[in-house]
């Protein structure tokens, strides 16, 4: 498995951008497909982006698209969520995500990150 830790949570406005890193241990990083899914208070988790291991490949929530953007550098065993126009709806925590390519479902994950958007 995949250990990760992320950062770059925090509290922005409405209308704020915000990035989160997520950096991986092992060598097996460029075999993972990475992703980010986030939970609101009394709300399951939702998924919010993935992004295949050559960083070609990336979908998205519909709730996000067009002002998130994932992108991963292998060479430095990272992952990030670029988070631009963000909005209240957006306040969840924030969790890094990876599953081995060719299965399904995510079965490792980061400790979590809070984002907190104000109106």
């Known amino acids: 498995q995949v250990q990760m830790v992320e950062s770059g949570g925090g509290l922005v406005q409405a209308g704020g951008s915000l990035r989160l890193s997520c950096a991986a241990s092992?060598?097996?990083?460029?075999?993972?497909?990475m992703g980010w899914v986030r939970q609101a208070p009394g709300k399951e988790r939702e998924f919010v982006a993935s992004?295949?291991?050559?960083?070609?490949?990336?979908s998205y929530a519909d709730s996000v698209k067009g002002r998130f953007t994932i992108s991963r550098d292998n060479a430095k065993n990272t992952v990030y969520l670029q988070m631009n126009s963000l909005k209240p709806e957006d306040t969840a925590v924030y969790y890094c995500a990876a599953r081995p390519i060719g299965t399904t479902g995510f079965g490792s994950w980061g400790q979590g990150n809070q984002v907190s958007v104000s109106s």
């Open positions: 992004i295949g291991w050559s960083g070609g490949s990336t």
């Open positions: 092992g060598r097996t990083f460029g075999s993972y497909v």
